[in-house]
């Protein structure tokens, strides 16, 4: 099954996510099929980018969001 969820970036306490569109098999930070986005949740106005043209292309052909990314994309 295919699953958008976030892979974890940054230096250690300093966090910094990309939103990876992955096979669900594969690790956390394992390889991924594309990158449709990132979110920083360091910066005062925590700062999220998302391709919504690929993030419904994706939710369109049966990929299943994270629990996290559904939170923070308001889905």
């Given at each position: ?9 940054g ?18 930070d394992?390889g991924?099929?594309?990158?449709i986005g ?38």
């Amino acid at each position: 099954m295919t699953v958008i969820r976030l892979t974890r970036m940054g230096r250690k306490k300093q966090p910094f996510y990309r939103i990876a569109v992955t096979d669900s098999r594969k690790r956390r930070d394992g390889g991924w099929i594309e990158l449709i986005g990132h979110y920083n949740p360091m910066n005062e106005e925590k700062t999220l980018v998302v391709d919504n043209e690929r993030l419904d292309y994706w939710l369109g052909v049966g990929a299943q969001m994270s629990s996290r990314v559904k939170k923070i994309t308001g889905r």
